[in-house]
């Protein structure tokens, strides 16, 4: 169980939702806004074209984010 000072900002950049229980109270997160450990349970739950799609999925929005704010990343 994760410590909930760890929980990362729901910010629901990439859309792609779970049901996700924490402290008890159910929430839709976005896969981004889980958990290393609460994506690695997801991650166990799904078959290899579900992956690639939710791959390619979260590669498309992070090259319409890039795009949006021109941000690049540096050496």
Do not use: W
């Amino acid at each position: 169980m994760d410590n909930p000072n760890d929980y990362p900002a729901e910010r629901g950049l990439d859309g792609v939702y779970f049901r996700n229980e924490r402290d008890g109270v159910f929430k839709n997160l976005c896969f981004s806004d889980l958990t290393v450990n609460e994506q690695n349970a997801v991650i166990k739950r799904y078959d290899a074209d579900s992956l690639r799609r939710l791959c390619l999925h979260l590669a498309e929005r992070l090259r319409r984010i890039g795009d949006a704010f021109d941000i690049y990343a540096e050496d």
